[in-house]
Each structure stands twice: as C-alpha cells, then as structure tokens.
C-alpha cells in the first residue's frame, strides 16, 4: 500500500505538495485551536482563584481585583459625554429646560435644583452637591447611593438608619453604587441588599427569593429605580406602594385608601402633593418588552466578548449608545431605524408632557388668585383634588427616565388623563373667581425662565448656593477624613 502511495506520487508530484501544505495548514490550526483553549483555561482560571471578598465589602476598587474587566467598564459610568435628543448621561438642568417645573415644586426643594441623573460612578458626589440636601433631610435619602447602605443598616438595624439625619451619616456614606448593591461575594449571583423591595413583595404575597435569573436582572434595579415613600412622620421608613399595582392609577389608590400621604402642600396653589420619585421600573412593568421577558439589564447592560470571556457590560448606559449590542439583538433593523423610532415615540410623548406641564403651571397660579379673591376651602377641595391627580400622572411620567419609552402607549395614556384633569381644575377656578365677582382673565406672570420662575416664588437663590458652597468647604472633607481613616482599618 505504502509503495502505490509513492508511485501515485512520483506519477503526480502536484498531489504530493497538495498533501504536504495540508498537512501545515492541519497542523496550524490545531495549533491554534490548542493555543485558544490554554488561554480560555487561563482565563477560567483567573476567575476561579479569585479571591476571598468579605460580605459587605463596599469598596468597588477591591471587587476590580477579581473581576477586572466588569470594573473597568463600570468605572466608565463616570463619563458624561453621551446626550441622545432626550437624555444621555450628559448633565441636564432640567429647571433650565423646563422652567414651569419650579412652579409646579413650589414648597418643595426641588424648585431650587434638579438635574438629570448621572452615571453610578457620581452617585454619592450628585446628592452632597444638589441643592436638594440643603433642606433636612432623612438618613433615607441614602438608601440608593452607596454599597456602604447594606453595611451601615446592618450595624444600626434597618429602622434606625431610616430615622437618622442625613447629615449624620455623611462619613459612613462614600463608595459609590457597585459590585456589592447587586452581586453576592461569594458567588456572584445577583442578591437584594435593599429591605424594601423585598418587603414590597412580601405584602403583594409574593416570594423574591423564587425569582428567576432573568427577573433577577430587573429587579437588581428596582432597588432603586423606583417610586417610593417615607412612611411614618418620624420614621421615614422606605416604603414602595406596589400594593395594588404598578401603574400610576394603582398607586394613587394606594396613597389614598392604604396609607394616605402627602409629600409636600403647594406653596401657591395650597394642593396636597404626591411628588413622584422615578417610577422607571414600575413604567418598564406596565409596557411590551416587560411582557416579552425582556430584562434591564438586556438594554442596558449588553453582554460583551473579550479574549473568549463573554460578561456583562456594567457601564449601564442608554441603549442608544450602543444600540448594536442592545437594540439590534432582537430587532432586524437598521440603527438609523431604530434611534429615528424612538425619538418618533419620545417627540409624542415630549408634547404631551409640555402640554401637561403648562396647564399645571397655570393652574397652580389661578388656585392662588382664587385664594387671593376669597375662595373658601369648600369652593376649592374639588379644585385642589383634581390638581392633586393631574400632577401625580404628569410626574409618574416625567420622573421616570426614557420620556415614556419604557411604555410609550401607558406614558401616553397618563399624560392624557393629566392634561384632562388638569383642565377640568381650571375650569372650575373660573367658576369659582365668578362666584367672588372676578370674569376677567386672570393674569399669569412671566415664568419663561428658571430664573424668572424662582424669583416669583420667593426663592433665595444666591442664599441657598452659598450655603450649599459652605458645606462642601467645610463639612464634607470632614466626611471624607473619618472614612478614610475607617477604611484603612479593613
């Protein structure tokens, strides 16, 4: 046999270089196949030999050792340079872009400062810095900005750290949102590390610790991206009112018939307010990728491959900025198609908004000139409660991030039921005003600016930005000392 291979050869020498490249060419990719696996293998090995992380280690730096890659692309949430047509994580002022804002917080601190959110990575510097955190504050203003929260609640009890002073927790407050707010050290599963999402389960009859990977992937989120509560005049227990549901009618009935709640009396119009915080999670429920299983996590924290490691995006930015990893895994459709379908649902949302916005904002004014002309509380209780209901559905969905877009058919709905009630409101003030003798139309002041609009409502602007330019001269590099010098104990 051996020698019919040689004459075969010697007959046709082309097949005999023909056999001989081939076999190079089987060998190199053996080769490389075997140099892919060893180095697979090492990396699998990195991981593995990973070491030991203590329960509630804060430092974000120190989870990096082990999962270098996660951390690096986490750190990068500190960048602010991405702004789509509707947000990004580039800083906004929205009181700047919507300046009927400041008369619709009248009262409330957020008259005097609010900004778009920016990435994890500025958590704890953004609330030392608003405006915001001038007024007293709660230990409960805490709870999503920092993996040292899990910490402190379990030193102090969970009630405790609720009912203290924000203040006072300032030097134990410091790392920022990371590794240790959603992942187990030990095993890197997801976890919930924050009470009240598991508490808002429980009440609904539910058992978090049955949830699957896949909701896992939400509900690491909803810790925080959330609306919520402080329930009890002294015990500013963090409560999210899911009891009924997720929409914005659901938790209206909550705040009115489970556990009646306020959070700030208008200072024009005299309305009884629910401010919402950032329903994100609760919107997301109530729209179509929610139902298709869709998770957080899939939009917005894609998977990547690096070295044959395939792991999890933690920047934890706008699909839009990278709309290949995210969008395009499921929809078959160009990015230019896809951004120009969003910002197709964003720009109906955006005037519906705006349309809302404005007839708050006159609203509130009018309810003032009624007060102003004699109305009685009688005459006004039907005003201030359909105001009351126009401003929660406006903010359910202007609080939320994506302008609607995590459930463009229920924002839409929402904003409707605003604009209505809002108008419903205003109708009866003329009424009201013709009962005191007054038909003329009634006067509103120029608010077209965030300057003009603070001015008309009596705030003190250049006295609350030298307090705010005191206390970061003063007291935070004491913050900053004490835990630094904690930290070096560990």
Sequence with gaps: MKRRIMDIV??????????????????????????????????????????????????????????????????????????????????????????????????????????????????????????????????????????????????????????????????????????????????????????????????????????????????????????YYFKGKEEKYLTFPWDKGYSADDMERYYDEVSPHTDFVHALSRTPILKAQHPDYELFMTGIHAKRGVSCADCHMPYRSEGGVKFTNHKIMSPLQDVAASCQVCHRESEANLVRDVYERQDKIEELRMRAESGLAKAHIEAKFAWDKGATETEMAPVLKLIRQSQWRWDWVAAANSLGFHSPVEAARTLGASIEKAEQARTLLVRVLAKHGYTDEIPIPDISTKAKAQAYIGLDMEKFNTEKKDFLATEVPKWDAAAKARQAKY
Excluded at 201 to 226: K, P, W, Y
Aim: aromatic share 10%; net charge negative.
């Design 10 to 227: 010697q007959e046709k020498p082309w097949l005999g270089w023909t056999i001989f490249l081939g076999t190079i060419v089987v060998v190199f990719l053996i080769g490389l196949l075997g140099a892919s696996i060893v180095e697979r293998r090492g990396e699998t090995e990195l991981i593995v030999q990973a070491k030991a992380i203590p329960d509630w280690e804060p430092r974000n730096e120190v989870w990096g050792e082990n999962y270098p890659r996660e951390y690096e692309t986490y750190k990068s949430t500190a960048d602010g340079d991405f702004l789509s047509k509707h947000g990004g994580n580039a800083k906004i002022d929205y009181l700047e872009k919507y300046p009927n804002l400041v008369i619709l917080w009248a009262g409330y601190a957020f008259s005097r400062d609010y900004n778009q959110g920016r990435g994890h990575y500025h958590a704890v510097e953004d609330i030392r810095n608003t405006l915001r955190t001038g007024v007293p504050q709660p230990g409960t203003c805490w709870s999503c900005k920092s993996t040292d929260v899990p910490r402190v609640m379990n030193e102090k009890g969970v009630g405790a750290f609720y009912k203290d002073k924000w203040m006072n927790l300032g030097d134990e407050i410091v790392n920022n949102i990371g590794c240790q707010d959603c992942h187990d050290p030990k095993t890197m599963n997801l976890r919930i590390t924050r009470p009240a999402l598991i508490e808002a389960f429980q009440r609904q009859g539910r058992d978090i610790n049955q949830a699957t990977h896949q909701e896992m992937r939400s509900l690491v989120c909803a810790q925080c991206h959330v609306e």
